[in-house]
């Protein structure tokens, strides 16, 4: 299991996992020739993402894509894209190029198999950025919503998949990326905020919660970043 990487304020949790990212990345375009970067929504990553478009990374062969996004177009205050746009696509990291995961006038299952060909453009990643819920979801893979069984298969070949409203979660149709897709990474940054969090965390992690899956896994190594 990972050990939580403990920062005294949020703002240098910012800066320690925007540094990680940006060294994962330069790493991997060495190595590969091209780096993948698989982003995550909400109002915790903004910050990571402002300072990371003012560092030195080779954005002109980094694909960047996201963990999941809400079925909603970009100009919907829930767009994870337009989050990713915002904050993170400007300045030289303009020159990156993006995968989405929604597209205008495509309906919500075709939307996950047209956006398998960039996904797997941008495999494999050389970091992937996950936050946790408090009910353990990653991305969104949420406990006993359907999606979850095909989101954690182990041996699909499928990268992305359409996640249907309703309970348990969420409150809108998502689209998300699989565990298979998100292990083929050199390296997983999990950022976590709020002590629930931590505890969630800490020690031995419920098996049943989904993102056991990801702290179990041997494929990629695992760095969670915490501050209060």
């Given amino acids: 299991m990972p050990k939580i990487e403990v920062f005294p304020t949020r703002e240098a949790l910012y800066d320690a996992a925007a540094s990680t990212i940006a060294g994962a ?38 694909t960047v894509t996201l ?44 939307s996950a198999v047209k ?30 919503n359907p999606a979850l069984a095909a989101g954690l298969d182990p041996d699909t070949d499928r990268l992305v998949v359409a996640v249907p409203k309703g309970e348990p979660a969420p409150d809108l149709p998502r689209i998300s990326l699989t565990f298979q897709a998100l292990i083929q990474a050199s390296l997983i940054v999990l950022l976590v905020t709020g002590e629930a969090k931590r505890e969630l965390l800490a020690g031995e992690v419920d098996p049943d919660l989904p993102i056991a899956r990801i702290l179990k896994q041997d494929r990629a190594p695992v760095r969670i970043l915490w501050a209060e």
């Fill in 25 to 62: 990345l330069t790493t991997a375009v060495a190595t590969h020739g091209k780096a993948g970067f698989a982003a995550t929504g909400g109002t915790t990553p903004a910050p990571v993402y402002d300072r990371l478009a003012t560092l030195t990374v080779p954005w002109d062969k980094v």
């Fill in 67 to 110: 963990s999941d996004d809400r079925f909603v177009p970009i100009d919907h205050p829930g767009s994870n894209e337009a989050l990713v746009r915002r904050h993170l696509l400007t300045g030289d990291a303009a020159k990156a190029a993006f995968a989405p995961l929604y597209f205008d006038g495509v309906e919500h299952e075709a």
């Fill in 115 to 144: 956006a398998q060909e960039g996904v797997a453009q941008a495999l494999p990643f050389g970091v992937v950025l996950l936050g946790v819920g408090a009910d353990g979801h990653f991305a969104s893979l949420f406990p006993g």
